[in-house]
Nanobody, 115 residues
Framework: QVQLVESGGGLVQPGGSLRLSCAAS????????MTWVRQAPGKGLEWVSG???????TYADSVQGRFTISRHNAKNTLYLQMNSLKPEDTAVYYC?????????RGQGTQVTVSS
């Protein structure tokens, strides 16, 4: 059973930093591309960043240069380092992967950027 559990969200002031984690289980983590997506209040899901099995990374324009995605295959864990946070980064953040033909997401972790 595929399971993804996000953590690390919270309330942070503009300009601050947070590091999100996603613990994965139930599948061969290192063999799958992993992504972070987010959902702001009243809006749809937005793709944020992705990391391939080989470690190649991609980012949405809105977070390029501020966020860094990484993975630790031995720990079955995905990370998102978020720096220079802005109020518009406020959202529920989910890790996601397509495993065995189906998209899987965790329960999400809330990130609120506010003074």
């Amino acid at each position: 059973q595929v399971q993804l559990v996000e953590s690390g969200g919270g309330l942070v002031q503009p300009g601050g930093s947070l590091r999100l984690s996603c613990a994965a289980s139930g599948f061969f983590f290192s063999a799958y591309t992993m992504t972070w997506v987010r959902q702001a209040p009243g809006k749809g899901l937005e793709w944020v960043s992705g990391i391939s099995t080989g470690g190649g990374t991609t980012y949405a324009d809105s977070v390029q240069g501020r966020f860094t995605i990484s993975r630790h295959n031995a720990k079955n864990t995905l990370y998102l380092q978020m720096n220079s946070l802005k109020p518009e980064d406020t959202a529920v953040y989910y890790c996601q992967s397509r495993v065995r033909g189906s998209d899987h997401r965790g329960q999400g972790t809330q990130v609120t950027v506010s003074s």
